[in-house]
């Protein structure tokens, strides 16, 4: 968002208007502090407002759940962010633009990453994680709003993979041997 301003929007506005992406990573201002996600909300707002305000009607955003120090107030305020947003784009486009307004949402498992600040920290229970999803997709607006997620399954395995050590190397190396070639990336 710190690159984002007017001048940025009006040099991509002349070409095909697909959609912006953002990434908050959390809903709270307290858990993008957390994890080091320079983003105020307003800053994010007016961002968003400004390219509807040039005619977007796609936007796309990407969450997390599961973040360490996360918290049910940190899942309700996603909701309401998502709101805001919609809010916001009631407010710039107006009428039938509003009308086509698309903002998908993307939300995925935190997954601690080797070498970084959380490396050791464990990951919530799928069923907490499902938890916080089945929140999100009861409480946002559904009119405006399409919600893709991650399977928290889907998640660990790829947790799995990002920290283990030579023996997730082996286990890996066998399962090619025995012909999974990740083909079928579903559970």
């Given at each position: 968002?710190n ?13 095909r ?11 709270s ?10 983003i105020k909300?307003?800053?994010m707002?007016?961002c968003i ?11 796309k ?8 120090f ?23 486009l ?33 069923e907490?994680l499902?938890?916080k ?10 009119r405006?709003v ?6 928290p399954?889907r ?11 030579q ?6 190396e ?9 083909d079928?990336?579903?559970?």
């Amino acid at each position: 968002m710190n690159s984002f301003n007017l001048k940025l929007l009006e040099l991509i506005q002349n070409g095909r208007k697909s959609g912006l992406t953002f990434a908050p990573e959390s809903g709270s201002q307290r858990m993008r502090d957390i994890i080091n996600k320079n983003i105020k909300e307003d800053e994010m707002l007016d961002c968003i407002r400004m390219a509807f305000g040039k005619g977007w009607e796609r936007a796309k955003l990407y969450f997390m759940i599961g973040l360490p120090f996360e918290n049910r107030q940190d899942i309700v305020q996603i909701v309401e962010l998502i709101e805001k947003i919609i809010m916001a784009a009631k407010e710039k486009l107006g009428g039938k633009k509003f009308s086509r307004l698309n903002i998908n949402i993307s939300i995925n498992v935190f997954c601690p990453k080797p070498f970084t600040p959380f490396q050791w920290v464990g990951l919530d229970k799928p069923e907490i994680l499902y938890d916080k999803f089945n929140y999100i997709l009861n409480n946002a607006p559904k009119r405006y709003v399409d919600i893709k997620w991650a399977d928290p399954n889907r998640g660990m395995v790829e947790c799995a993979l990002s920290t283990g050590n030579q023996l997730v190397g082996d286990v890996i190396e066998n399962g090619w041997r025995k012909g999974a070639k990740f083909d079928n990336w579903s559970f």
